[in-house]
């Protein structure tokens, strides 16, 4: 065996790893989602200017 090739008990922490990588893929995906939408809400909030309602929809 070379010194690249992994044993085969390593394949499982390889599974693991991979499963930890990707769920931290996922959350900082996430995470760049919900700013970009925070950004974009408080943008929106600007442009409507001061409503007094704070962004929250009132119900008639």
Do not use: C, H, I, V
């Not at 809400?41 to 409507?48: G, K, P």
């Amino acid at each position: 065996m070379s010194e690249t090739e992994k044993p085969e008990t390593g394949g499982k922490r390889s599974a693991k790893e991979r499963r930890e990588q990707r769920l931290a893929e996922a959350l900082r995906a996430n995470l760049r989602r919900r700013k970009a939408q925070t950004r974009e809400r408080r943008n929106q909030d600007r442009e409507a200017g001061p409503s007094g309602s704070g962004g929250e929809t009132q119900e008639p």
